[in-house]
């Protein structure tokens, strides 16, 4: 969730402006909802019946697993190392897609409905989804207005958000 508020680098391109304060909103209003739905109001949560509790438990904690690792390990290639000249960063968790920390965010949101089964809380994390491709395509712009062609290529190489979706070029 968010960046690294430090100093200025050179050797980063930039972020959406509303990107840190958008994502903390979301968050907070998904776990308003997410909360209230699954262990307040129970409004939306009638599928948790039809999944047992032990299946939801081992899917929330792969799922938060996976969030983990990608969230780690894109900060840490993004923040961890100062780049002498600005590169397109294709290494890593970079190779499975372009934006491995918002997947992160948003597989973590995923794991919290695969515990619950809040229906409610699917409406707002398809909301979040909508601004994280949002955002990772205003960063996009960014990155294409730096790097041109070498960035557009990687677009075509590495898919946005889910892994596995586009065929590489051999």
């Known amino acids: 969730m968010?960046?690294?508020?430090?100093?200025?680098?050179?050797?980063?391109?930039?972020?959406?402006p509303f990107g840190d304060t958008g994502q903390l909103i979301l968050l907070l209003v998904f776990l308003i909802v997410w909360i209230g739905d699954s262990f307040i109001l129970k409004l939306s949560t009638m599928a948790t019946q039809y999944v047992p509790v032990s299946v939801r438990v081992v899917l929330f904690l792969v799922g938060i697993t996976l969030a983990?690792?990608?969230?780690?390990?894109?900060?840490?290639?993004?923040?961890?190392?100062?780049?002498e000249r600005p590169c397109v960063i294709k290494k890593g968790v970079f190779n499975l897609v372009r934006h491995p920390i918002y997947l992160g965010s948003l597989l973590l949101y995923l794991s919290c409905l695969l515990l619950t089964l809040s229906l409610l809380s699917v409406l707002v994390w398809l909301i979040i989804i909508a601004f994280y491709v949002y955002i990772s395509r205003h960063e996009e712009k960014l990155l294409l207005a730096r790097f041109g062609s070498e960035y557009e290529d990687y677009m075509g190489e590495v898919p946005m958000l889910i892994p596995w979706t586009k065929r590489r070029k051999t």
């Open 68 to 83: 983990g690792i990608l969230a780690q390990r894109g900060l840490s290639i993004v923040f961890g190392e100062e780049r």
């Open 2 to 16: 968010g960046h690294h508020r430090g100093r200025e680098r050179k050797d980063l391109v930039g972020e959406h």
